[in-house]
């Protein structure tokens, strides 16, 4: 599209840009796996309209979106980051989202914030699954997209093969607007011109034979994607009775047909190549935020509300999109307006959909800012369709919805995936412990993808995470942000207990003291019920031998020591306790001597047979690509799961349904991953428990003792 702009680009070096109208600014999110270059194209797109003087680099830590220690050291993006720009006076918002599969929900957070996405795409890399996942979630809510081909100028670099690989990966619509030449030079195959990047500034000419050549073989099939796309009918037969079509009505027809998510250009670049091209994409291609849809917006009761789409004047509707700490600042909101204007000291209300957490309650607005990196610079207001921070906000956490004081409102939630991986945790000292409470508060208030559990069974605190890589950085974070330290831990899973037959036991609690002794005897027989029949409590007590006020303590006693366990310190289940008879004393009988003789009465019985161990079994429902379905069938049943049947779920992929005993897929989050190159998911909850084979049960009684 630069061919029909004149002009250079115009920077905001210094100074925080800024736009006064929705359709002056492009929400755009940067998308692709690790390494293929989103962060490199931020900053080259920085340099090259004068947001920055020179461009970073990822493996100096030097980038502006990578200024986190976390992704210093690991040379990686793990969070969402804002790079504003500024093209021939319209503010291009770049979300900067992470590659890797364990910082999905940053990506769904940019996903959410923009208005239209790039996928970038490395010419000698090629594509991953998660891309083609992400492809289809963009097209499944109608956002409009483009492909950025990256390191057209690498040594293994392959234009045309991984052009190929997109246009079979991501379907019809996908066509090449530029074609690189020798890494220095474009083809605009719509204007047939040439752009030469060599010499170090950008120059145009005519295309030699060989390239003339080149756009033709090229032209035609990108015409007529557009023409398609555009849905006018006259100007495909015009074309088709071989008239030229004008390149002006050609361009008009290819901003529409992007803007509607029909058509998707393929544009390459390279350091300081391409990057005008790109440019003129995003400003003239790609829709402003009038002219995407709003998210549902409700009342605090949860009915319907029509909010003009991105009208300044209109009631206030903006969401945090990502929550940050800053050890000086305080707590840093990333904001998206989808409504009205936001400003500083203003009062709003602050509502969420998160139960347990403090929403529904007034807030006041601090400082807003446009970031840069590190540096936050001050703005005086925040217009519809815009982005920005918003510094100290107490109670705001990602996905809340800010909105006036007088009108609450609240917008629907983007979907986030389930933490699926656990991973124990415990302080090193008593000084971490007691500061680790609330900085793992902290972490959960910024990071919607991780949960948290303290497991009372197992008196373990477990944090559920997306990931190794996820888990690394939250316990990263814990020690450089919030100074504790802590270590991971074996992580144990909730076992049950039970009896493996019928068996009587004697429970005997004779203490004589100087006083009032005690004096219980009590006598029972318990046998297992079948899986899932809990607890059965029987009297059969004849002739007043215990008297009537004990038995209900013999049955506390009894249910006191089911909770503690007989063999490995696990809860007892499914067995039925029959209380036949016993022994009482006029004077040192009381409650606290029955419920002792009832507990030591089950540990008599359990001592005469053999005690079971019961594993939780999860039904478990694998979504894998076809090609995968084989090998997750066979990974399953070695993980002694119990495969149910498949189903096809849409074209390409099948759901597999399983029970698979919950010790075996504590790591299947990671494991998945691997099996599936990354785009396989599953779900998984409780079913029931089931005997614990007795090599792994020996081992873990062995454990305990």
Known sequence: MAERVSGGTSGAAGRAPTADR????????????????????????????????????????????????????????????????????????????????????????????????????????????????????????????????????????????????????????VAPLYLPVNGTGLLGLLSQRFFDYGGGSRTEREPDAEQLELIEQYRGELIEGIIQESEDESLMDRYLSGEEIDTKVLIDDLEKAVARAGFHPVLAVAPGVGLLELLEVITQGFPCPPEHR????????????????????????????????????????????????LRPDMTVHVSGHVPDREHDLDERIGALTSPLGKTQRPIA???????????????????????????????????????????????KSKADEDKMSQALARLVAEDPTLRLENNPETRQLVLWCMGEAHADVLLDRLAKRHGVEVEKIELRVPLRETFGGRAQGMGRNVKQTGGHGQYAVCHVEVEPLPSGGGFEFVDKIVGGVVPRQFIPSVEKGVRAQMDRGVVAG??????????????????????????????????????????????????????????????????????????????????????????????????????????????GSFHRGFLRYEPLPSHLADKVASTED
């Not at 021939?88 to 996405?117: C, E, H, M």
């Not at 389930?418 to 415990?426: G, H, N």
């Open 570 to 679: 696990y809860p007892m289940v499914d067995i039925r306790v029959t209380l036949y008879d016993g022994k009482a004393h006029s004077v040192d009988s009381s409650d606290m001597a029955f419920q002792i003789a009832g507990q030591l009465a089950l540990r008599e019985a359990a001592a005469k047979v053999p005690a079971l161990l019961l594993e939780p079994v999860d039904e478990v429902s694998v979504l894998v690509a076809d090609e995968y379905v084989g090998a997750v069938m066979s990974d399953l049943s070695s993980r002694r799961g119990r495969v149910l049947g498949t189903e096809a779920v849409g074209t390409g992929r099948t759901l597999v349904r399983a029970e698979v005993p919950e010790l075996e897929i504590t790591r299947y989050a990671i494991d998945l991953r691997s099996m599936s190159h990354g785009t």
């Open 22 to 173: 929705a359709d002056m600014v492009r929400n755009v999110v940067l998308v692709g796996h690790s390494g293929a270059g989103k962060t490199t194209l931020v900053e080259a797109l920085l340099a090259a309209t004068g947001a920055i003087q020179r461009a970073g680099r990822v493996e100096d830590g030097t980038t502006v979106s990578d200024f986190d220690e976390v992704e210093v050291r690991q040379q990686r993006s793990v969070n969402l980051s804002l790079a504003p720009v500024v093209h021939n006076g319209i503010k291009i918002n770049l979300l900067d989202t992470p590659g890797y599969a364990d910082f999905v929900g940053d990506l769904r957070a940019g996903l959410r914030a923009a208005d239209a996405a790039l996928f970038v795409v490395s010419a000698a890399e090629g594509i991953d699954g998660l891309t083609r996942m992400l492809w289809e979630e963009c097209a499944g809510v109608g956002m409009p997209r483009a492909v950025v081909i990256t390191k057209i100028d690498h040594q293994r670099a392959n234009f045309d093969e991984v052009l190929a690989s997109c246009q079979d990966a991501f379907g019809d619509g």
């Open 294 to 341: 709003l998210p549902e917006v409700t009342t605090l009761d949860g009915k319907p509300v029509a909010v003009p789409s991105c009208d300044p004047d209109g009631p206030l509707v903006a969401e945090v999109v990502k929550t940050t700490s800053d050890p000086y600042v305080g707590r840093i909101s990333l904001v998206r307006v989808f409504s009205g204007t």
């Open 381 to 427: 207001k925040c217009v519809a369709g815009d982005v920005c921070v918003v510094a100290k906000l107490a109670h705001a956490e990602t996905g809340d919805t800010l909105s006036d004081k007088e009108r609450p409102l609240l917008m629907r939630p983007w979907e986030m995936p389930e933490p699926l991986l656990p991973v124990a945790i415990r302080a």
